[in-house]
């Protein structure tokens, strides 16, 4: 099993928490539509409208340029020397009596470049590398402009994999510029993990939060403390069987008083295509969920919380999503 990032050590219990949940004062309907071109470009338009009756969305297009290697090969008698493909251009002569080579070998590093519009008419660019610079290193360069006020961001990112490692680090170039570094160790189940936050324009620790986990892939739990060590928290996620899931949170602010927070979810897979989720929180906040792919390439999701301490009052919420994928 591969180690999480330090963000996702608790990811089974969060994910189950609230992700497929549509009525969230987030968004109150989506829609998204997911394409792919003939010649590998991938399109997704978001759009989404909150119970304040804002909407949202953006447009993205995703092109990846997979690593090739081309070959050109001059003057060619005999080869003997061995080529180094790690090496994006490289170049090879061998001189002896009676025989001479030269080979050139340049190799595409490939790239995955995404660029993003959004409805705030921001303009997003991401460019990644993978495994190119170092096996298991991926980098990331993130640029933001908006065109309104002439102002521009920039980010940098870093991924770092190993079996029993996963170190990530996201640097803020314009900010600060600020630093944000987390690390993950891992064996045979159990998980401890770190992160830590830098303002090096003020040369000093922003932020800092620490985990432990243990994962198998029946279940989970894991123990996080975050904002400074002020805030605890505890969820346990149990994969019951191929069709039944549960999990569990539970939440400590040091800093708000002696109030424990509680949320308890539940999965069920009706069939192969649909499934029906609800949860419950210490504030008697009730939320059914259920989605069901209609047909290949629509996906429906349906939602609904209720506040079962105040059924009189207009404090429910509802909210849909339409997904489609050709």
Request: contains cysteine; proline residues 3%.
């Amino acid at each position: 099993m591969s180690i999480p990032a330090f963000s996702d050590i608790a990811k089974s219990s969060n994910d189950l928490l609230t992700k497929d949940f549509y009525h969230t004062a987030a968004s109150a309907a989506n829609l998204e539509i997911k394409s792919k071109a003939p010649n590998g470009v991938s399109f997704n338009v978001k759009g989404k409208s909150t119970h304040d009756s804002n909407t949202a969305g953006s447009i993205e297009a995703k092109y990846k340029d997979d690593p090739s290697g081309t070959f050109f090969n001059h003057l060619l008698f005999l080869i003997r020397s061995p080529i180094d493909r790690s090496s994006n251009i490289s170049c090879q002569a061998l001189i002896r009596p009676g025989q001479a080579s030269l080979l050139m070998f340049y190799r595409r590093a490939g790239l995955t470049l995404t660029q993003a519009w959004t409805t705030a008419n921001v303009l997003d660019t991401k460019i990644e590398v993978e495994n190119q610079l170092a096996k298991g290193l991926k980098a990331e360069l993130l640029t933001q402009y908006l065109p309104k006020s002439n102002t521009y961001g920039a980010k940098t990112n870093l991924y770092f994999k190993q079996p029993n490692f996963h170190g990530r680090a996201f640097f803020d170039l314009f900010k600060g510029p600020t630093a944000t570094i987390d690390a993950v160790l891992g064996h045979e189940g159990f998980l401890v993990g770190a992160e830590a936050g830098y303002d090096v324009q003020k040369a000093a620790i922003t932020r800092y939060s620490a985990a432990v986990g243990y994962t198998v892939p029946q279940y989970s739990a894991a123990i996080t403390a975050t904002n400074n060590l002020s805030v605890f928290a505890a969820s346990y996620y149990h994969k019951v069987n191929s069709d039944v899931e549960a999990g569990a949170k539970a939440t400590w602010d040091s800093k708000a008083g002696d109030k424990v927070g509680l949320e308890v979810a539940s999965k069920w897979r009706l069939d192969p295509t649909s499934f029906a989720k609800a949860k419950v929180n210490d504030r008697g906040i009730a939320a059914i969920a259920y989605n069901v792919l209609l047909r290949p390439g629509f996906t429906l999701g349906l939602g609904a919380s209720f506040d079962t301490q105040n059924l009189n009052e207009a404090a429910h919420k509802v909210g849909a999503s339409f997904t489609f994928d050709a």
